[in-house]
């Protein structure tokens, strides 16, 4: 009996010791470098922010954050890249608005949306921003709903960085809650479509309070109204797209960080909680606030929410502007 109890507790000590080993290694996370993969190419914005916090998150978690960028497709390169990642916490996805807009504007897409990621973080909301040449004729929203009715003598265009892009989108919606006729013009790239509603080719643009603001302050291009739920603090003065006559419009570019489905909640937890506070840097968020940028640093459960309310809200205006891009 004595050495049956021996060899028993002897068992009950080394399964103790492993549960114990686990829970180390568990709490010990992370122990190694972080890869952020980065759903669009050097340069843009979602690259911009990345290698902003980065190092800052690098701080807060104790291991370096390597960005790696894999450009394409809208974002659906990279995040067939990490939906088939190991869910352990050291693959994270920074992505962008067009995670909610690809499930209505793709057919055939390598993943499901919102069965593939985990929700860590919404970190920013930046409104878009209506411009127009600032030669033409519209001042005020108004102005554009007039102009832009259906059967009107004169079409009103308005450019964008392609078809299904967030700047396209934000226009059919702007039709759809004005009960407009805006016509679409679409350019390969932000940059192009810029460029020639600066110079007149296009008069109108939805554009990224990031991307235009510049040459608004230069004088380049006139902002009549800002597209978010509120005004911005980087503009205070400039009203609302929606308290300029068109109740309900909200459109914004954001960015936030996803795992892949399956990592544990703990380490969800974790690097939310780590997010949250680069966010709160005063140094982080003047930057931000420099592209317009509104700081958030939600909770997973908070950006999953956000992110199903987006994709239904897309779904309805990609349905009913009958967009079709596969």
């Not at 911005?232 to 892949?260: H, M, Q, R």
Request: hydrophobic share 45%.
């Amino acid at each position: 009996m004595t050495s049956l109890l021996k060899r028993l507790m002897r068992r009950g000590l080394a399964a103790a010791a492993l549960l114990a080993a686990a829970g180390a290694a568990q709490a010990a996370y992370p122990e190694r470098a972080i890869t952020l993969v980065v759903t669009y190419p050097p340069g843009g914005t979602v690259d911009v922010v990345a290698r902003l916090i980065g190092p800052k998150l690098a701080a807060e978690l104790g291991q370096p954050v390597v960005i790696e960028n894999r450009g394409g497709a809208g974002g659906m390169i990279g995040g067939a890249v990490v939906a088939k990642a190991k869910p352990d916490g050291y693959t994270l996805m920074l992505d962008a608005s067009n995670h909610a807009q690809n499930p209505a504007l793709h057919s055939r897409m390598q993943f499901d949306t919102l069965a593939a990621f985990a929700p860590v973080s919404l970190l920013l909301r930046v409104p878009n921003v209506l411009v127009v040449t600032p030669s033409y004729e519209v001042k005020t929203v108004a102005d554009l709903i007039r102009l832009g009715k259906p059967g009107a003598k004169e079409p009103v265009y308005f450019a964008s960085a392609g078809p299904g892009s967030a700047q396209h989108l934000a226009g059919e919606l702007f039709n759809l809650l004005a009960k407009t006729d805006l016509h679409h013009v679409a350019y390969k790239g932000g940059g192009p479509a810029m460029i020639d509603v600066m110079s007149g080719q296009v008069p109108v643009m939805f554009a990224s309070m990031g991307s235009a603001w510049q040459h608004v302050k230069n004088g380049k291009l006139r902002a009549v109204a800002v597209g978010g739920g509120e005004r911005s603090k980087t503009a205070p003065d400039l009203p609302t797209i929606a308290e300029s006559g068109v109740p309900g419009y909200e459109s914004y570019e954001w960015n936030a960080v996803f795992a892949p489905a399956g990592t544990p909640p703990e380490i969800v937890d974790q690097v939310s909680q780590a997010l949250a506070k680069v966010l709160k840097d005063p140094a982080i968020a003047e930057q931000l606030a420099g592209i317009g940028a509104e700081p958030i640093g939600s909770t997973p459960a908070e950006l999953d929410a956000f992110r199903r309310a987006e994709i239904a809200k897309w779904q309805k205006v990609v349905k009913e502007s009958n967009i079709q891009l596969d």
